[in-house]
Each structure stands twice: as structure tokens, then as C-alpha cells.
């Protein structure tokens, strides 16, 4: 095969916790009768609270066909190349197994948010119920030196306020703020999906929300806007690329000779560069990786709507209804157009065979 698949999960292949009924009638078209891969295929999620090998499982499960860990792409799987931060304390924001997804990552000396405000404690004061009954004095001194955002928290309130805490005191949350200390220590986040579907009839809040709440936050204490050192996560391009090198790192692995020329997007819209001012060098570890094309296939069983209009002047608000994308990707009405639509993912496997013209 000279073409491989990049899937999205939610909405597509799932909803919530309950598999979208023609997922597994196209999985079956992508195997051969001992369960292997006819083509290339990489699941590319932006959760990111589970290890990789969680959502393999569950992904063979809800399949029917045996997935590895390497064809899944987590929001936070290119921080593996973010070496320069392995070996500094760093605040991790998000839920379910931190620490692990952390340390798997290559993170050597990650602290959570619980872990802070049990050594902080008169710094999370929202809820009255968690006030500190007694007076504290706060004895923990460490320098945070960078603050990951996996995905969306629990406690909102608790996250959001540590972080300023850490942002505005550059890495030292007991001390007092210090407004000229700008740029702040550097920002990692994944997922900056503002909603995502799952069991109801509507979108639900994803980490998008919570980082628009941050940003907010952040500039209307400071007067300045909150700086990502790298965002990821779809619809990066680092993601992509990151996606990309596991199609091919397949293909080789199964001694395919045929270079990968398509990439299908299945789910998924086209990617987008950052804004210029964000360091770019993460993304050109694998630019050599680049496909010649990558095509967007999307399913109308998600959050993508086809009836949306697409306006004519992007300088206009109206683009905030069209891109819900994040304040930092430049909006292009060209990319929120994707090159096919169909009805599901099924339909969207038989629309690349006949393409590619692949006899299954």
C-alpha cells in the first residue's frame, strides 16, 4: 500500500464508552484473516489520561482486531521528544494516572497539582470544605521549572489558581506574585479540543475550555497573554508528523517497500502550524517525515457539522462560530473544508480503497 490511515476515535470509532456501530464493520475490511493490518493504520486521540496501552486495549476490544501501543497517538505522545524537560521538576496538570503517563513519557521529576496543594494548603481556598482548619506554615520549597497540561482536571478551581500561582511566582506557588517576571516559565500543553462528544445529545467541555479559562485568567491579572512553549495534539502539525512517523515505522516494520504517498485523515482536519512566535524546532525533528499529501475524510457522526458556513472575510467574529480551534493556529476557511465527507467511518474506508483503487 502506498497510503495509510490516521483515525480520530471519538465521535468516530466511539461515543464516550459505546462503539459506533459501522466501526467494526470497517475494521474487518482492514484486516486479513489473521488479524493483521492490511495498510497502515495509526489511531490518533486527544485524550490524555491513560497510558497508551490502556487505550490499545480498550481499542482491540471495541474493534474486534488486534491493536499494539504503537499505532496509538495520545494528545501527549510527541512530549517523548520534548527531552530538554525530562529532567526538570515539572508541574503536570490533568487526570487519571499522572505520574505514570509522566514517567512513560520520559518525565523524571513530575509533582500533580494534589501533591502542591498538600504542601501549599492555604493557597486552594475556593472550597470552604478544603480550607485548612488550623494555621499552616508553608515549609515546601522547590522550583517548578515547567507546567505540562495533560487535559481537562476535575477541580477546575484548584488547577487553575495553582498554575497562576506557579506561573506568576516563576516556579517558587508560596511566594508572593511578581508581574514583571514575563515570559513566564515554559507552558507544555496537549489537547486543545474545545468540545468533544460523547453519550449526550450536545458536546461536552474539553481541555480547550479549560485553557481558554487559563489564558483568560492569566491576562486579566497580568495585562499580557499566556505563551505556549508547544501545543499538541490534533490539529497540530507536530501531531501529525509525530502520526506520520508511526505509519511509517509500520510500513517498515511489515517490509513494505511502497514509499507512504496519502495519508488519510479519518475524523480529523487538516493540521495546523502554530503562530510564528511559538518555538517551531519540535516540528522539524520530523518534517523529513512530511507524506506528499494528507486528505481529510469527515464522518457525520461526531462533532463536525456540515451544515456549518464557512465566512468569506476571516477578519470578521463570525469566524469564532466557524473555528473553534485554539487562539493560537491561525484560522484558513481552506482548512476547515475537508476533501470528503461521508456518512461514517465505514463508508470512509470504502471511499479510500476505491480511491486508492486497494482490492481488500
Not at 523524571?108 to 506554615?137: A, F, G, W, Y
Not at 521549572?145 to 506561573?167: A, H, Y
Amino acid at each position: 500500500p502506498s497510503f495509510g490511515f490516521l483515525f480520530d476515535i471519538d465521535g468516530v470509532l466511539v461515543r464516550g464508552k459505546t462503539p459506533i456501530p459501522a466501526a467494526k464493520t470497517a475494521f474487518q475490511k482492514l484486516v486479513n484473516s489473521q488479524g493483521q493490518f492490511l495498510v497502515p493504520v495509526v489511531f490518533v486521540t486527544n485524550a490524555g489520561n491513560c497510558l497508551r496501552q490502556k487505550k490499545a486495549d480498550e481499542l482491540s476490544h471495541l474493534l474486534g482486531v488486534p491493536i499494539s501501543q504503537d499505532q496509538v497517538v495520545m494528545s501527549h505522545s510527541p512530549l517523548r521528544m520534548f527531552k530538554r524537560y525530562h529532567e526538570k521538576c515539572v508541574l503536570v496538570s490533568g487526570q487519571g494516572p499522572l505520574l505514570d503517563i509522566a514517567q512513560d513519557l520520559g518525565f523524571c521529576q513530575p509533582i500533580t497539582i494534589e501533591t502542591l496543594r498538600e504542601k501549599h494548603p492555604l493557597l486552594d481556598v475556593v472550597d470552604h470544605d478544603r480550607r485548612p482548619n488550623v494555621q499552616v506554615s508553608e515549609y515546601f520549597w522547590f522550583k517548578i521549572l515547567s507546567v505540562v497540561l495533560f487535559g481537562e482536571p476535575v477541580r477546575w478551581e484548584t488547577n487553575l489558581q495553582l498554575i497562576i500561582d506557579v506561573l506568576l511566582t516563576s516556579g517558587y506557588p508560596g511566594n508572593p506574585y511578581h508581574h514583571e517576571n514575563y515570559p513566564h516559565i515554559p507552558v507544555l500543553a496537549c489537547n486543545m479540543d474545545l468540545m468533544w462528544v460523547a453519550e449526550a445529545q450536545s458536546p461536552r467541555f474539553g481541555h480547550g475550555t479549560f485553557m481558554v479559562c487559563l489564558e483568560n485568567i492569566y491576562k486579566k491579572i497580568t495585562g499580557k497573554d499566556l505563551k505556549y512553549e508547544a501545543l499538541m495534539g490534533k490539529p497540530s502539525k507536530l501531531t501529525y508528523q509525530y502520526a506520520e512517523y508511526l505509519v511509517r515505522a509500520q510500513a517498515a516494520g511489515r517490509q513494505w517497500k511502497q514509499p507512504i504517498q496519502t495519508l488519510y485523515a479519518v475524523g480529523g482536519s487538516a493540521a495546523l502550524s502554530q503562530d510564528d512566535e511559538i518555538d517551531n524546532s519540535w516540528e522539524n525533528e520530523l518534517a523529513s517525515a512530511a507524506a506528499a499529501r494528507c486528505r481529510s475524510v469527515l464522518v457525520c457522526t461526531g462533532v463536525y457539522n456540515p451544515h456549518t458556513e464557512v465566512p468569506l472575510d476571516t477578519r470578521e467574529s463570525i469566524t469564532e462560530m466557524v473555528f473553534h480551534g485554539h487562539r493560537d493556529f491561525r484560522f484558513d476557511p481552506g482548512l476547515v473544508e475537508p476533501d470528503h465527507i461521508v456518512p461514517d467511518v465505514d463508508a470512509a474506508v470504502d471511499l479510500v480503497f476505491q480511491l486508492e483503487n486497494f482490492a481488500a
